[in-house]
């Protein structure tokens, strides 16, 4: 199968650029996983080694339907397609002593999370009517994406019931640390710790990985986003892909601000801007257009289409 077929010209640009940053801003229907994953298949027919590329995405079911994508074109070992979480879960199994944990530490769900919370409550002897456990997890979940730890959130806090969310918070740390457990943000937290302050684990996995690919970047929270910069910094062959028109996790601590600090992080960065809708008619995307027109907060792009005007 042709890695190049039925491509535009734009597409074709961002699939074969390979060496230095990329920043690809795919507009809805554009084509944007098509380009990701023949991106990929394009890098394993140069003759890059599997083994030296890292794609993430946000999903399971994305990064298994990516993976299944790249085989289309090229059968593989070794390669890496993941979500942030599970490369942090399994980098950290190796590595979990420089925090010192166990290799098989434990990982916390949301279940997990929730019974904890639940006998902090009753230890604090707290009404679950007034102290609902799934928004202190909301809360502590926020903070660790904005990398606020309980010591600071503590620092910070303000009247009564922060206060008592600062308690909360640094019981629930304790929790964690008695079972020998991580929370999901808590592995995003140590992953970036461990590219930070372990150099040698730093360069390991750069020479490992040569080649970074991130996908739905406009998703990406502080963590993620130093976790990827680290990653990338010394290769410089990294490529960021997202919409920030189509940013919708700020709840929960994405910033869409990212996608313009991977510019200035790396300001030698080629810039594709896939513009050309597959997916609806023009006169829904001028209706799109002018809706989103008044975001101040976004890069330019243009959607266009050769669909039908529509009614």
């Not at 929270?221 to 680290?230: K, M, T, V």
């Not at 995307?285 to 890069?299: D, E, G, T």
Request: aromatic share 10%.
């Amino acid at each position: 199968m042709d890695i190049l077929k039925d491509v535009n010209e734009a597409q074709r640009a961002a699939i074969t650029h390979i060496e230095g940053p990329l920043l690809v801003l795919a507009g809805a229907g554009s084509g944007k996983t098509r380009v990701v994953t023949r991106r990929i298949a394009y890098f394993l027919s140069q003759g890059i080694s599997p083994r030296n590329i890292l794609a993430i995405t946000f999903t399971n079911k994305a990064a298994n339907e990516m993976a299944e994508r790249v085989r289309q074109f090229y059968r593989f070992e070794d390669l890496w397609v993941s979500t942030f979480h599970a490369f942090s879960a399994r980098t950290l199994r190796r590595f979990a002593d420089r925090f010192d944990y166990p290799g098989d530490y434990s990982i916390y769900d949301t279940a997990d999370k929730t019974r904890s919370i639940s006998r902090i409550l009753k230890d604090f002897e707290l009404d679950t009517s007034q102290w609902s456990p799934s928004d202190i997890e909301s809360t502590i979940s926020l903070a660790k994406s904005k990398m606020v730890s309980a010591e600071s959130f503590s620092e910070h806090a303000q009247g009564y019931r922060e206060n008592m969310l600062a308690r909360i918070y640094e019981r629930y740390e304790q929790n964690l640390k008695a079972a020998s457990a991580w929370d999901f943000d808590d592995l995003l937290l140590r992953m970036m710790e461990l590219l930070s302050n372990f150099e040698e684990v730093r360069e390991k996995l750069r020479r490992r990985f040569q080649f970074v690919l991130i996908d739905e970047f406009q998703d990406t929270n502080l963590p993620q986003y130093l976790i990827a910069r680290l990653l990338g910094e010394k290769h410089r062959n990294i490529c960021a892909t997202g919409d920030p028109d189509q940013s919708i996790y700020a709840w929960r601590g994405a910033n869409l601000e990212n996608i313009f600090h991977f510019e200035r992080d790396f300001p030698e960065v080629k810039v594709v801007r896939l513009e050309e809708n597959y997916r609806s008619t023009k006169i829904i995307l001028q209706a799109a257009s002018s809706v989103i027109s008044h975001n101040r907060l976004r890069k330019h792009k243009d959607l266009w289409t050769n669909n039908v005007q529509g009614v």
